[in-house]
T-cell receptor
């Protein structure tokens, strides 16, 4: 079973609007990461938030983490057509090494001009 | 800096045939990962290498899948014999403690269709 589950599964918005997607997970984590995947391409790392952090910003991206609720959210502000992609959260739960990520099923975002 | 390279980009085979994928990670990255991504799902880790040693292969179907990373650089993933359910995109990723080990850099993937 997958560790992270994104919500919603799909999101359709217009350019200029904000897009929010959520991720819930089951076990304790070292960090949580968000990745973007454009159609037919590999994944691109967007942002990482550690278990002792609550909020992080990167350009138009804002990520929050609530470890008590085992959930995270990704906000994309002032969306653009180029933001059309699938967004995945991935949790790092490794204890004796690093980098073992467990991905959710993703949120498919469509931004229309 | 060159990214993660993978080949081929597409492959169509019949069931019971064998297939191999190749990955060249970012130069200097000690950790290499192979993921399987089935349509509509997130990537699932198949195997993780640290240099040329296996760190985790708990989700690799070892009866048909094999992977190696000779000399701790390039890696190949092989499926023999292939089944219909192996149709997926196979992603290779690499990371390095020097650049922040938590960030993984992905290649474009190999899209496999098994008929």
């Amino acid at each position: 079973s997958q560790q992270g589950e994104e919500d919603p599964q799909a999101l359709s918005i217009q350019e200029g609007e904000n897009a929010t997607m959520n991720c819930s997970y089951k076990t304790s984590i070292n960090n949580l990461q968000w990745y973007r995947q454009n159609s037919g391409r590999g994944l691109v790392h967007l942002i990482l938030i550690r278990s002792n952090e609550r909020e992080k910003h990167s350009g138009r991206l804002r990520v929050t983490l609530d470890t008590s609720k085992k959930s995270s959210s990704l906000l994309i502000t002032a969306s653009r057509a180029a933001d059309t992609a699938s967004y995945f959260c991935a949790t790092d739960v490794t204890t004796d090494s690093w980098g073992k990520l467990q991905f959710g099923a993703g949120t498919q975002v469509v931004v229309t001009p | 800096e060159a990214g993660v390279a993978q080949s081929p980009r597409y492959k169509i085979i019949e069931k019971r045939q064998s297939v191999a994928f190749w990955c060249n990670p970012i130069s200097g990255h000690a950790t290499l990962y192979w993921y399987q991504q089935i349509l509509g799902q997130g990537p699932k880790l198949l195997i993780q290498f640290q240099n040329n040693g296996v760190v985790d292969d708990s989700q690799l179907p070892k009866d048909r899948f094999s992977a190696e990373r000779l000399k701790g650089v390039d890696s190949t993933l092989k499926i023999q014999p292939a089944k219909l359910e192996d149709s997926a995109v196979y992603l290779c990723a690499s990371s390095s403690p020097l650049t922040g080990s938590e960030t993984q850099y992905f290649g474009p993937g190999t899209r496999l269709l098994v008929l």
